[in-house]
């Protein structure tokens, strides 16, 4: 397990430095009663976005689909629909960036 002492409060001072971050997901799922909108359960995207809209981050936020690595050996029936899920991404992140 992985454990960081990192806090989200901790981009406000680098924030005019940052060009790109890689955003990472697992499994974009509905929100329950808000259809259309979607989240990572995994991953407090809410904090971070906040933090970056507040103090002007004017980079990129690439979307790094990690979930496949559950499913690869499960064969290609068993996979989900990467290109789906990369929408679903593209969706939060406008979403919470304002």
């Known amino acids: 397990m992985y454990l960081s002492d990192d806090s989200p409060e ?3 001072d680098i924030i005019p430095y940052i060009v790109s971050i890689h955003g990472k997901f697992y499994n974009m799922t ?3 009663g808000r259809p259309g909108c979607y ?11 906040k933090y970056l809209r ?3 981050f004017d980079g990129y936020i690439n979307s790094e689909f ?3 690595r559950d499913q ?3 064969g290609e029936e ?3 629909d990467e290109v789906e899920q990369v929408r ?3 969706e939060m992140l406008k979403r919470l960036s304002g």
């Open 10 to 12: 901790d981009l406000i």
């Open 30 to 32: 509905e929100i329950p």
């Open 39 to 49: 989240e990572d359960k995994c991953i407090d995207y809410e904090t971070p976005m």
């Open 54 to 56: 507040e103090h002007g």
């Open 66 to 68: 990690e979930g496949q």
């Open 72 to 74: 690869q050996d499960m």
């Open 78 to 80: 068993g996979l989900v």
């Open 88 to 90: 679903r991404h593209h």
